[in-house]
């Protein structure tokens, strides 16, 4: 039964509510639960019990989803199998693994872990970690146990398992290189990899490390990489990770993911007759692009031909397209070529800025030419004919303004330089007519229609908004960079690429369910999901503190994702 009993201490009368029964032929008190002063039951009933002496808010709800999609995809089970250790504090695998949770959640530097996860509901998940677990030089001994050809096999693994559980559609696969400026001193003689080149964010000043990522149109998930030297060519480099990639698919053994049911997406950049060859040998489909210059005879179409026929498909409004079959990198392949309305307009735009912009520094040189050949300007070193040459070719650089405006550079009095230049409309016109919005797509997919064709080529923004999102400044991956050496940097290219893995899992399933977003907004939403612990002070006779935790308010998006993400259970289990 059920009792509420008192006590009395100093002229004090303190309630208790406890439960008695029989224990071996006597009653005696099962619990007791101390309910406080009168006043204080009063106040409970009434919504008015003691505030909390604090509030601690951790993230909760991105570290939760990852946290998931990690534990599913058994990424510490894997690298801990390839790499044991004793059971002495935190495994390789969950080093990895909170180095990969950071990257997909907000990179920071090895220096700044701890500060990091002791903010997130990580600290729950993996309580033994702590700061001095999570020091820089403790993720460098674990580091230091992967060699590049483990991690390449615990790339493979865990690619194995997610591909059979999640069914994974291999049917259409895009790749594409980019390359990540470091701040590796020049003379730092222990990496080779990072290497100056021409870098894509206009950093060639600085060493830099390729990056080569092979994805799957379904739902975006890498499914091969590589790191290599800064330095290498794209053309050069593709014949050699194709190669890898052949033979990773060979050990992939899984269902439906032979060369026969794939189909390579890939860019122009790539393009030479031996890389072609090999492709033909290995007996794999394609869909990739030709430069416009190489194939002039298709390029002079022009876009009102009577050839060009509307594509249906959605998504192709204002598409138009017509096929040839003509040689192309020593064999007969099909040829689609495609006008696009919306790239015209961009194209045009871009034109039309650029030659604005030329046709405003050719105006002020030219004035400057004359100030001096009027003997305004006598300081400074007179120009040469060479010299304005030079400038002239430094402001014609973007594509096609060398053709639309000429330039004519003459030795005037006193050795003077003089400067003039026309529009040429006849070639801007032609250009309109012919080269812009179009693009010529190869491939050797015959059974396709051009549609099919076409949005098989656009596919390839694919790995491009991969790309976007690893350079993101704020949730992008691949940056900071501080490591030095090839070991290193090895590694950090295998648990950036498993950020991108955890992402895409989660992108993938909010987007079987039917729930449209971007993975910028996605990561939004999910980050600004908080769990706050209200914390009370001690009462006299408890041994621990009494904690309360409750989620931020959600939105009715996030509530969706919360349930579309199987999140339910740990938030039931956070609000008790």
């Not at 091969?224 to 050699?240: C, H, M, S």
């Not at 230049?421 to 250009?431: G, Q, R, W």
Request: aromatic share 10%; glycine share 6%; proline share 2%.
């Amino acid at each position: 039964m059920e009792r509420l009993e008192t006590k009395k201490v100093s002229g004090h009368t303190y309630y208790y509510y406890s439960e008695w029964g029989w224990v071996n032929g006597k009653c005696r008190r099962k619990w007791q639960k101390y309910l406080g002063k009168l006043e204080d039951i009063v106040k409970a009933c009434e919504g008015r019990g003691p505030a909390p002496a604090y509030a601690e808010i951790f993230q909760w709800g991105l570290p939760s989803a990852l946290w998931r999609e990690c534990s599913l995809a058994s990424v510490m089970e894997q690298i801990d199998a390839l790499c044991p250790k004793r059971n002495q504090g935190l495994s390789t695998g969950q080093y990895l693994a909170i180095a990969a949770l950071n990257r997909a959640i907000r990179p920071q530097s090895k220096r700044c872990m701890w500060e990091w996860f002791s903010q997130t509901v990580l600290l729950r998940y993996l309580p033994e970690a702590s700061k001095e677990a999570l020091s820089s030089q403790r993720f460098w001994d674990h580091m230091g146990r992967i060699d590049a050809d483990t991690a390449a096999e615990i790339w493979k693994n865990i690619l194995r398992d997610v591909a059979e559980r999640e069914g994974l559609d291999l049917s259409s696969i895009s790749y594409d290189g980019t390359n990540f400026y470091t701040f590796i001193d020049t003379f730092n003689l222990r990496c080779q990899i990072a290497k100056r080149g021409k870098n894509k964010q206009g950093r060639s000043n600085l060493r830099q490390v390729s990056y080569a990522l092979f994805c799957c149109a379904d739902g975006h998930m890498p499914l091969f990489y590589d790191v290599y030297e800064g330095n290498r060519n794209d053309a050069k480099e593709f014949p050699l990770i194709l190669q890898r990639f052949n033979a990773f698919l060979g050990e992939f053994c899984v269902q439906g993911c032979g060369p026969a049911d794939i189909t390579l997406v890939f860019d122009k950049g790539n393009n030479s007759a031996s890389n072609f060859t090999l492709i033909d040998g290995m007996g794999l489909h394609f869909v990739g692009s030709a430069k416009l210059d190489e194939h002039k005879d298709l390029v002079r179409i022009s876009n009102d031909d009577v050839r060009f026929v509307p594509c249906e498909a959605a998504g192709l409004e204002g598409t138009n397209a017509f096929r040839v079959e003509k040689a192309v990198y020593g064999k007969e392949r099909i040829v689609v070529v495609s006008f696009s309305q919306n790239l015209f307009n961009t194209q045009w735009l871009t034109l039309q800025n650029d030659t604005h912009k030329a046709l405003e520094q050719l105006c002020a040189l030219r004035q400057k030419l004359q100030d001096r050949a009027a003997g305004l300007i006598q300081r400074g070193r007179a120009p040469t004919v060479q010299s304005v040459q030079k400038q002239c070719e430094g402001i014609l650089s973007r594509q096609y303004l060398k053709q639309i405006i000429n330039v004519q550079i003459s030795e005037g009095p006193q050795n003077t330089a003089q400067l003039d230049y026309t529009i040429n409309s006849a070639v801007l016109s032609e250009l309109s007519d012919t080269h812009l919005g179009k693009t010529l797509i190869i491939t050797d997919r015959a059974a396709w229609d051009d549609a099919r064709i076409i949005q098989a080529y656009r596919g390839q923004f694919i790995i491009e908004n991969v790309f976007k999102e690893m350079k993101d400044r704020r949730n992008g991956t691949w940056w900071p960079l501080n490591h030095w050496t090839d070991s290193k940097i090895r590694v950090h290219g295998l648990y950036c690429t498993i950020a991108l893995l955890l992402r895409a899992l989660m992108w993938r399933r909010i987007t079987k369910a039917g729930v449209r977003l971007s993975m910028n907004r996605l990561l939004s939403e999910l980050d600004d999901i908080r769990e706050v612990i209200n914390i009370y002070a001690k009462k006299r006779g408890q041994k621990t503190v009494r904690r309360q935790s409750v989620l931020s308010r959600t939105s009715e998006l996030q509530d969706k994702l919360i349930a579309i993400l199987g999140l339910k259970e740990e938030a039931n289990r956070v609000l008790g």
